[in-house]
T-cell receptor
Framework: GQQVMQIPQYQHVQEGEDFTTYCNSSTTLSNIQWYKQRPGGHPVFLIQLVKSGEVKKQKRLTFQFGEAKKNSSLHITATQTTDVGTYFCAAANAGGTSYGKLTFGQGTILTVHP | NAGVTQTPKFQVLKTGQSMTLQCAQDMNHEYMSWYRQDPGMGLRLIHYSVGAGITDQGEVPNGYNVSRSTTEDFPLRLLSAAPSQTSVYFC?????????????FGPGTRLTVL
């Protein structure tokens, strides 16, 4: 089945430092979504990337989709304590008849020290 | 709109007991799914449904049953609970059958099997 590798598993930063998490797939993706889960909470949708090379920004968050549509990244500039949580990518394979099944990466747990 | 609701929030079972985790959504979404979340393993798909009367297996279906008799409800049944099923369970829904729409997650059920 499809595998999506997400790294790093953990990231500890000082407030104000930048943070990046990466997702990699061995297969070409149709689209990739990013979710954030606060401690004790449930995943919440952040954004979706569909086009090759696509870059989207949400305030301090920048999302990129690779040219080959096999990898993606989420970059946070100048982290704040409100950024604490687990960030997941969720990817769907291109083609096939998988009824749009999304495979989640393992998640990156972000800790921000004030 | 209540969104996606799940009951119960917490449950403790003994090995061999059976139970049903309830999930309901009021957004008229076609696609509903169940995930389990374990430390370091992200969210793994158990079962999903693309509409009333249609269900299919995900990555980790063994030990779980589902049915979808209405658009709104998608219960998950544990047939004979095992300690390996100790986990946090999330139900999710989204519009349409493809992967291009955001998923809305319920608050989760924390299950412990002794």
């Amino acid at each position: 089945g499809q595998q999506v590798m997400q790294i790093p598993q953990y990231q500890h930063v000082q407030e104000g430092e930048d943070f990046t998490t990466y997702c990699n797939s061995s297969t070409t993706l149709s689209n990739i979504q990013w979710y954030k889960q606060r401690p004790g909470g449930h995943p919440v949708f952040l954004i979706q990337l569909v086009k090759s090379g696509e870059v989207k920004k949400q305030k301090r968050l920048t999302f990129q989709f690779g040219e080959a549509k096999k990898n993606s990244s989420l970059h946070i500039t100048a982290t704040q304590t409100t950024d604490v949580g687990t960030y997941f990518c969720a990817a769907a394979n291109a083609g096939g008849t998988s009824y749009g099944k999304l495979t989640f990466g393992q998640g990156t747990i972000l800790t921000v020290h004030p | 709109n209540a969104g996606v609701t799940q009951t119960p929030k917490f449950q403790v079972l003994k090995t061999g007991q059976s139970m049903t985790l309830q999930c309901a959504q009021d957004m008229n979404h076609e696609y509903m799914s169940w995930y389990r979340q374990d430390p370091g393993m992200g969210l793994r798909l158990i079962h999903y449904s693309v509409g009333a009367g249609i269900t299919d297996q995900g990555e980790v279906p063994n030990g779980y049953n589902v049915s979808r008799s209405t658009t709104e409800d998608f219960p998950l049944r544990l047939l004979s609970a095992a300690p390996s099923q100790t986990s946090v369970y999330f139900c999710a829904s989204r519009r349409g059958r493809g992967s291009y729409n955001e998923q809305f997650f319920g608050p989760g059920t924390r299950l412990t099997v002794l």
